[in-house]
C-alpha cells in the first residue's frame, strides 16, 4: 500500500508541473499512471479505466486552480474566452461520462490509446494552426466547447491539447492561450468529476474510499503534489523552450500509448 501511494504522489508531481508548463492537465500521465497503479492493486479489470478517468478529472479540479491563477497573476488568462465557452465546456464534458459508463474498459482504453497516438503527432509534427480567424460567435464557441468537453471526460484530461490549439487558430498568442487552457480545465474538471461519480455511484465492488468511479485515496496524493508543483510549472513556462519539450514528452507518450495498446490483447 506505501508503494501504491507513493506512486501517487509522483504522479501528482509530475502533473502538476505539465499542467502549468505545457497545459495539458496532466492527464494524460495521470491515467496511465493510475491504470498501472490499480492493476498493482490488482482492482477489478471493468472498473480500472474508469476509475482512472473519474480520479483524473477530480485531481485536475485542484491541478487547473494552482495553475491558472499561477497564469492569471502573470495576465496570461483571457477571461472573456472563458466565459464564452464554459456553457458547450460544461454540457460537453459531463455528457461525455455518460458515454464512458456504458463503454467497457477495453474500448475506452483504446480511445485513449488513439488519442495518445493523436496528441503525439501533434507534438512531434511540430505543426501549429494558422492564426488565421477571430474566436466564433457564441454558437460556435458552444459548439467548440462541447467536442473539447466530450473528448476531454473520455480521455481525463483538462482539454489543453484541444483547447490550445483551437484558441492558437483565433488568433490568441500561445502563452495566453495555455493560461486560459488552464482555466477552461477547471469547469471540465469540475464537470467531469460531477459526472464520474453520477455514473459510479452504487457500482459493485469499487475499492473502499471510492466515491463513484473516483478513488479518494489516489486524488488526495495527487491532489496534494500537483498544486505544489504547478507553479512551478508555470515558470518553467515562461524561460524554457516549450516546444522541444513537447517533442521529448511525445516520444514518452508514444512508449506509454504503445504499452497500453499490447495489454488490450
Given amino acids: ?42 482492482l477489478p479489470n471493468e472498473l480500472i479505466m474508469h476509475l482512472a478517468l473519474g480520479t483524473s478529472m477530480a485531481s485536475i479540479v485542484f491541478t487547473s486552480v494552482s495553475s491558472f491563477m499561477a497564469h492569471h497573476k502573470r495576465g496570461a488568462v483571457e477571461w472573456v474566452v472563458v466565459r464564452r465557452i464554459v456553457a458547450g465546456i460544461l454540457v ?20 485513449f490509446v488513439f488519442f495518445l497516438y493523436f496528441v503525439c503527432y501533434q507534438m512531434l509534427s511540430g505543426r501549429k494552426p494558422k492564426p488565421s480567424r477571430q474566436m466564433p460567435g457564441m454558437a460556435g464557441m458552444f459548439g467548440a466547447g462541447g467536442v ?9 484530461i ?47 465492488n469499487l475499492p473502499p474510499y471510492s466515491l463513484g468511479y473516483v478513488s479518494l485515496t489516489a486524488l488526495v496524493s495527487i491532489a496534494v503534489m500537483s498544486v505544489l508543483t504547478a507553479p512551478l510549472g508555470v515558470r518553467l513556462a515562461h524561460s524554457l523552450p516549450v516546444d522541444k519539450l513537447k517533442r521529448v514528452f511525445a516520444v514518452i507518450l508514444f512508449l506509454v500509448g504503445t504499452k497500453m495498446f499490447f495489454s488490450l490483447f
Avoid: D
Wanted: glycine share 18%; aromatic share 10%; net charge neutral.
Fill in 92 to 111: 460537453g464534458t459531463f455528457l461525455g461520462t455518460f458515454i464512458a459508463a456504458g463503454l467497457s474498459t477495453g474500448w475506452l482504453k483504446a480511445f
Fill in 148 to 156: 473539447i468537453g466530450v473528448v476531454s471526460s473520455l480521455v481525463g
Fill in 1 to 42: 500500500m506505501l508503494e501504491v501511494l507513493a506512486l501517487y504522489l509522483v504522479v501528482g508531481a509530475i502533473a502538476g508541473v505539465l499542467a502549468g508548463l505545457l497545459g495539458i492537465g496532466g492527464g494524460l500521465v495521470i491515467v496511465p499512471m493510475l491504470v498501472f497503479c490499480m492493476e498493482l492493486q490488482n
Fill in 158 to 204: 483538462g482539454g489543453g491539447t484541444l483547447s490550445v490549439p483551437f484558441m492558437v487558430w483565433n488568433n490568441i498568442p500561445i502563452h495566453r492561450a495555455i493560461g486560459t487552457s488552464a482555466a477552461i480545465g477547471f469547469p471540465i474538471a469540475v464537470a467531469g468529476t460531477l459526472g464520474y461519480i453520477t455514473n459510479g455511484w452504487g457500482v459493485e
